[in-house]
Structures are given as C-alpha cells and as structure tokens.
C-alpha cells in the first residue's frame, strides 16, 4: 500500500493544439509531446484543465487520448483527465479513457449540482467500483468545480484503496502539507501532486511526490532539474530553478483585457506558436487568440528569459 | 421582434423520477407531467437543474426528451435544457435536442473553464448560430456555472435576435428588474422568465413573461392562479397566492444533514413519492435519498398544507 | 409585541457631505435633509454604509449625530448607525448615539473576526441588554460584513424583544420573503425595511414595513408617492414610479473606471452637487470624487429625468 | 533602502488573555510574554487579529500596548496593529499607538466599504503620511477584510519608502513567492512576513523574513529552531521542525462546532490554559469559550505532543 512509482516528478498536463479550423492541430501536439519528453518528464497529463478537456467533445477528447496514446509510445505514463459533471457522465468518460490505453484517471469533484464532502466521497467510491485497477488520481480544483477536497478524506480514500493519488490544485499551500504529511503517517498510499508551478519548490519541501505544472510546455527541463536537485536534497538549486521559471511565468501577466483561460492557457499557446512547437495560437471556442501587443509582450518575456 | 407568446406562464423545471436501480422511472415520469399539465401548466422544461442534467448521461438525456415529448404530446411546449461545459458540448447536447423534438433550448453560461462577459456573449452567438430558428433561452444561475449573465448583454442579445429568452435563477433581483425594463425599451424581444419560486409575486410586477417554479412539481395549480390573477392585475391575489406556496415550500428547510441537490430536489422526490405520484424517492448517484426523520418532517408540512 | 409605527415608510440613509478638505460640510447637511423631509419621509438614517460611517471617527461620528438631531429637530425619527467591529465596540458607538438623542439604532453583524449565526445572535442579545429600551435594528448587509443574517433568527429576536425591525440589504429577495411572513405569524414585532432601493415595488408586495432607499437623497418624493400607492393597494402606481425611478438610478452605471463606494456614493454625491444641495462631491479618504467625464454623464442622466 | 533588520525572524501575535469578567488578564500577559522571550523569538506583534484587536474598545487597545510596552521592556521590537474600517479612523488608532510606543505599525487594507485597488494603494499612502518615521506593515488577510493586495503594489509601495513590511497572511503562496522575488529585485525594500504557522517552511524558501505564527504562543521554541535552520540552509531540520509543530496545530481541528474565532483563537486560549500560563480560557463577547469535551480533545494534543 505504498504510492505506484509510476506517478512521481514532473508530470505537464499538456497544453492541446488547434489548427485555425478548430480541429487537432496532430503535428503540433507530436511536436509538444516529444518536446516533453526529450526534456526528461517523467509522465504526461492530457486532457486536464488547459488541455482543452471541458471545451472538447467526446469524440474529440477520443482523439486526443487516441494520439497522445500512439504519440507517447510508451515512453512515459498517460494519465488523462476525465472531468465531467457527476458520477455517470464521469464514470463514462474514464471507460473510453481505459479502453483507449490510459494509465491513469484523473477525476474531480462533482460539480455544476450543488453538493458537499459526502457527495464527493460517495462519488470517488463509485468512480473506483467502475474503473478497477486502473489508478484513481482525484483532482483537486476548487477554482473550477467549487468544492475543496478535505485532506482527510482524501487520505482516507488513500488508505482504503479508492485513489492513487491526488493533484492539487487548490492553492491551499496548508491543507496540501496536512495531506503529505497525513499520507505519510499511513503509509503513504498516495502519489501527491502539486498544480501550482509557481511555489513547487514549497510543494517538494511540504513532501510532494512530483508536480504538473503547465509552464512546463514551454519549460520542461528547469522543472526536471528542479525535481533532480529536490530528490537530492539540494534546496538551494530547487529554489534557484524555481526562481528562474517565475521569470517565464510572466507570461501570465503581462498581457492586457484577457481573464482566466484566454490569458492563462492562451500564454501557453501563444508562446508554444512563438517557439516553432505550435502552427497556431488559436483557443477553442467561445475563446479568442491573442492578438497584437499581448503577443509582443509575450515573445518579449521569451526573449528576456532566452527562450528565442 | 417581440418575445413567442408560445413561453409564457407556468412553465415547471420537470423533476426526473428513478428506479431504485438508477433507471428512469418511465411511469412515475408520465404521472407527474400528466399531473401538471392537468394542473394548467403553459409549458414544461425537461432536463433543468432540477431534471437530473448533470447527472444524466447522453444517452439517458436523449431517454428522457424522447419520453417527455411523447408524453407532452403538443398539449404544451417542451423546452429542454442543454446543459454541458463549454461550446462545443453544449452545441452537440442542443442538436440532439432539437432532433427529439425539443421546442426551444435552454442554455447556461459556459462553466469549468474560467472566463468573463466576452466569452459568455460569444458563446451565445455560437450555440445561435448552430441550432439556427430553433428559440434559445439563456439560463442565469450563477449559483452553478459562477457566472452572472449581465443585463445589458441579454437584452442586446434579445433585440439582436440571437436569444429568445432567459430563465433567471441568479437569485439577483435588481439585475432582473433591470432586464424587464431595458426588454420593455427594445420592443419586449425576450420572454423573460424567473426561476425563484418564492417571490414569483415580485418578479411579475417587476414585468416578468412568467415562472419556472420547481415547487410546482408538487402544487402547480397554486402557480397557474397566481399567473392568472397577475394578468389580471389582481395582487392582493397574487400575493396571497405566493404566500400559500411559500407554506409548502418549507420542505427545503424541515430537514437536516443535507445540503444542496440532496435537500432542494430531495424534497420535491420525497414530496411526490408521499403523494403517490413517484414510485420512490431515489436520487442521481452519488446523492442519497432521503430517509427516516427528514422523511417525516416532508410529510408534516404535506400533511399541514392539504397536500396529504 | 407589534412593531413600532414610527419606523416605517420612507427612510432614507442619510448621505454625508464634505468640505473640501473633509470636514462635515455643516450647510450642505442642512440643505439635504430639509429636502428629504420637504420631500415627506417619514424617518431619515445617519451614519449608515452609504453616510460613511466608517469613514468618520467617533468624533466625527459624534459630530454628524449632534448636527443631525439638531437640524431634524424632531420631525421625524432619527435612526442612527453604530457600524463597529464587534461587540464592545458596537456597545461604546450606541451608548454615544443615544446620549446624543438618537431615536433608534442600526447595528450589523459582527465583522473582521471569523464567526458564524452563534456569535451574531449572541451580539444583538448583547447590545439589547446594553441598549435597554431603545429600539434596536439589525442590518443585514453581507456585501459589507460577509455574514448572511437568517430569518428565522431575526423573527426569533423580534418576538422576544430583542430586536426592533431589521434592515435589509442582502440582496437576498426569498429570505427577505419568509423574513416577512414569519414576522406577521408572530404577531409583526419588526419593522421590516428594505435597503434595495431598485426593487422596493417587489418589497412591498412581499410585506415591507418601509424602505431604506439610498436614491431617495436624490428623489425623495418618488420614493413617498410609491409608499402611499403601496398603501392604498395600488400596485400599477407603485410600478411606475419603481420604473422612473430606477431611470434615474442609471447615475451609477454609466461611470467608468470606479467600483464600490466611489462609485455608488460617489454617484449621488455629484448628484447632489450637480443639483445645488451639496457644495462639492468630496469624498472621504482614500475615495476620490469623480471628475471630467464621469461627472458629465451624471449630469446628462439627471437632465434626461427631469432633475436638472 | 534595505528592509529594517529589527524586524527579522520570528514575531508571534500576541493572544491576549481575559478575566472572566472580560478586564485584560494582566499577569496571564505577564506570562505568555516572558515566556515567548524566553524562547528566543525576535519581536511581538500585539493587537493582531489573533490578539483581540477588533473586539477591543480604544480603551482596552491602549491598555494592551501600554502593558505590552511595559512588560516587554525594549527586550525585542513591539509590532502594534492598528486595526479600523477606513483611512482616518486607522490614522487615529496608529497615532494612539505612537504615543504609547510602538516600534511598528501594521495596518489592513480598508474594509467595509468597498473598494479596489486604487483605494488600498492610497490609504496606505495616507497613512505613512500620517505616521511619518514609524515603519508601516502591511497586514494582507483577505479572510478578515475581504481585499487582497496586489504584490506589484506592496512592492512598489516598499520600493518608495511608504511600506516598511508586509505580514501575509492571505493564504496565496503564489502571490507570496511573486512578492518575494520582487522585493528582492527591487534591493529587498520590504522586510516579508508570513503568517502561515503551518507552511513557514515553503515562506522561507522563498525567502521571507521572517514569520508570525499564532501558534508561537503556545510552542516558541520550534518556530524559533526553524527559523535559525533556515538561515543556516539546513532545510531538513527545517522540514523536520515544521512537522512536529504541524502536530500541535491539529488543537485546531479536534475540536466540534465551533467556527472561526472560537475555534481557532479559542483553542490557543485553552491550550495556554491547560498550561498554566493563563488563568482562564475566557473569550471576548460575543464568544463562547471552549468548553467540556472540547477542552479534553486539546488537553490530549497537547499531552501528545510533550507540552502538558
């Protein structure tokens, strides 16, 4: 009962490409994948929150996963998102999601219907019934889905078997290190990941067993060498990395009239396009590309930080 | 350009029966429209917040639209909610709809994915743009899409002739007072509805088309007279009217350990299952349904208000 | 145990104005309240959230109270807010108001320090006991102080005596609905008044002793007129002058760049200057007054309704 | 322009005791104080939210600074918060202060009003204007005053002289880590304080000053090891004293149904009971102190632990 070693460091979720049409842009993403892994990550998230999850289809996110499968190789673990409303719709997607080839699931909260700690319990119980063996990561968004995880439960859930692992990404730096620590005092059942790339150096020294940062698609060897220097113990490169990565991170922020997913995830491709690895920056319906002085801005950040 | 007469009134968001075994409660399902429609009803919604959406997968949503038209039979007009993610989705939930027979679509906000006004109105334009003369509703609830559609863009949407309506569940009534008097400047394009059962009385003399009350489900007869003396002109009616509703809706609040679609559309179950209209009060996994004491307290206030 | 009649009506929460260099501008005072009950209300509100009450400090609190008593001179209640932290604090502001002749006091919930409904009925209990006699309202104001009042613990606080009306500006239209109705099961002991000043026709229809509308600074004898139509049952008149009224109450969204306070009582602030009650739209610090072009569209709204 | 070396390492907030007739417990004050200098921190923070700020009267506030004055005897640096609505009242408590000695002032961003930005940034200009020489913090808890303060803005502020410090307690390790690095960039301007006892580990990594940690009162002495390991760089100990104080932490979480304040204060208060450096547990109206098996469940953490 001790965490699958498969799901340790650095694990991008993965930004998806569209060409102008709003199909898979399947070039590009070969190009993102292996950009990845020649950088030395040690697993691939797709289909989560900025991999376009809640913008595509089903028999989009059948494509994606389809690719990503056949792309991948085998070179590292496929974890895929399987974010849907509540228990039936998600428990459908995470069976396409098996039969395609996943590694592992990653599932939220039920959300849009309003519910609390129980119905969140109750729902990762049916989760688990219906998928197996296949790891259950549980992804923790309450930005998105508006509920909190309780680091309780979700080491409960560790202990019985239920998850595997747990992404975090709900900014609560104190409930994440109750939970490492907690996981730790069972035995550690639970594979711990953080989602915020900006303080995974923190995450890493609260006992995290890796990360998935986004900036990593633009990024992935600082936060490999950031993993490194943490497993041996030596903080002050982690924090040295982690410093040099928040330069890039102004991507984020040096854009103007953009919120949440058309200045985060538009960041991501807008730079990705810059570099050669995208075709296109172009966002997924109702979201717009960027355009103009937010794209000089970026490549001017890519430039200061010598990414072009 | 003013509002299709077709979606005013008492239009009820239908409550979904279950078997015990999840499945939908086909004959249950018949009574309680039937019940309705004999109850003076102008219209019903399938598949709202309230119609297990979240929870129903396609194929069940596809069941029970199917099932709802031939049961509504053209005695009124069925309007189905299309409820899903972002655009994409929401896009292919709608074209489903629409081949089922459905006579107008009701859409929220995209949700998930963060963003803002512009994503919002685009989305709109893009779910008009795909389902074509088919009459689309916007559906307010920020409550579970976090978003709060602004009045000035739906009534612009409206007189634009993307929107055919909204149906207000944002709980905001300066917003909706608002959105009736600038609809009444532009020529009445959007028929606009309010969701909030309990003050039904002020959202009519605030100028609204009518009402998608939840707890006419269990008493619509009450709902439809208040509509008619509205029309009237008739408020001491009207109030009186929502004072007797309000009564019986104590059934969200004689309960307790539950929150959310647990309490709310736990007690509309549990109300017509003890009326003999559902044959159980099984709820969606992963809610529970409710048992024991809370199933007294709903009986009491049945009991205390004629309805047993 | 029926509510006090002289806390009823049209009472509107009393704008503060001040001298350039933000002293109490003792003139323009003078001038706005003799408008306000030439206007006919039936009560005025110092130091409420719109009368910058925590702004001032005692002293300057001390000040508006004196002033106001003295230019009221009787003819009408005087309802003073005594908006502090917590308990002791809110006793020390009360104790002040009345030995400067307040008629009644308005208090919220705690605020700052976490808390829940134990603490905030444990405080209005609090200050009853050290305000004795005279009459004590609670604010509901969560928009400010992030706590929801419940009704059945205002009706329960009511009917023991502990409360004598409740000011309501929670938005919240349903709660304020069963607060009313609860009220007049148990014999009416609150004067239950609305602080919406944009649906005050719809809280009068819900059972509203009165109303606490901001805009009335602005119009008052809109404000009269809809109170008496509501009386007189004729709910035609008082949705007409809700519409005309709600007309002028665009002075606060066709400003740009300004949010909350500044904007809010910034927009009657100028009003009020633009029509010679006030002699500048000081702000207290760290506002600043609007200028240049956000002052010509006030303008242009107060000349389009007939004010200037 | 460096960050003022007093204000350096670890700078508990001060619980402050009461009688059970609710007078401030001066020799209990006597104790806790002597025994946290004992421990070696580097400075007190007095009249923090932790300290009974907002439920004191201006009176009791002076009494608190005066006794804290006089018992600390110039042994480390006293930290005062000057906690208040708006910009003159605030003004009014920091001169107060002043003048009874206060080495610091720490200031929120204004609340109860609202506001933005723009009003933040002003008011602490005021401020500084106001107190001259007297270093300034800026105290971000957003929990309590429902602002957050832009780290752009804290940095510039303490780039230009106005800001001395900043003591985060706004839960946001991204937002932290962005201001310490700014800060750094900017000739480290700003002495930055975290107020986050369980996840002072990841603050020093990114490079904090210093920390505040309620939970200091109840166990100095491991705050302050962590803290002379981590200018050492030996972040095993680091982590290693982290976890064991995480264990004390879980006072906070054992207890059942309290909320906020009386949980969290609450449980400070008791614990430093049952150790015999209070003589009571009492809480300041409206709250309620801890009582039976509440008691019992922090009696055992604290036996657990080594501390009782």
Not at 155 to 169: I, R, T, W
Not at 264 to 293: C, H, Q, Y
Request: proline fraction near 5%; aromatic fraction near 8%; include cysteine.
């Amino acid at each position: 009962m001790s965490a699958d070693k498969r799901f340790r460091g650095v694990i991008p979720p993965v930004v998806t490409p569209d060409t102008p049409d709003h199909e898979l842009d399947v070039p590009s993403f070969e190009r993102l994948i292996n950009y990845m892994i020649g950088g030395g990550v040690d697993g691939l998230f797709f289909l989560g929150s900025s991999g376009e999850v809640v913008f595509s289809t089903d028999e989009r996110r059948d494509q994606i996963v389809r690719e990503a499968v056949r792309i991948v190789a085998g070179r590292v673990p496929v974890l895929v998102g399987i974010i849907d409303t509540e228990t039936e719709r998600v428990i459908e997607q995470g069976k396409r999601a098996i039969a395609l080839g996943a590694d592992a699931l990653v599932a939220t909260a039920p959300f849009y219907a309003l519910g609390g700690p129980v119905e969140a319990e109750e729902h990762f119980r049916c989760l688990h019934e219906a998928f197996g063996d296949v790891p259950l990561f549980a992804y923790d968004i309450p930005v998105c889905v508006h509920t909190k995880l309780g680091w309780k439960m979700l080491a409960k859930l560790g202990a019985e078997g239920v998850l595997a692992g747990v992404k975090d990404s709900s900014g609560d730096d104190v409930s994440f290190r109750y939970l490492c620590q907690e996981n730790e005092k069972l035995g550690h059942p639970l594979s711990v990941l953080t989602g915020h790339e900006i303080v995974v150096d923190g995450a890493y020294l609260s006992g995290a067993d890796g990360s998935v940062p986004g900036l990593a698609n633009v990024e992935p060897k600082g936060y490999v060498r950031m993993w490194k220097a943490a497993q041996e113990g030596d903080w002050t490169t982690v924090k040295a990395e982690q410093d040099r990565l928040n330069e890039i991170s102004h991507i984020f922020d040096v854009t103007k009239g953009l919120v949440g997913y058309a200045g985060g995830v538009g960041a991501f491709k807008t730079a990705l396009w810059l570099m050669g690895i995208f075709d296109s920056n172009t966002m997924p319906r109702p979201v717009k590309a960027m355009e103009g002085e937010n794209v000089e801005a970026i490549k001017k950040v890519l430039e200061d930080n010598g990414l072009l």
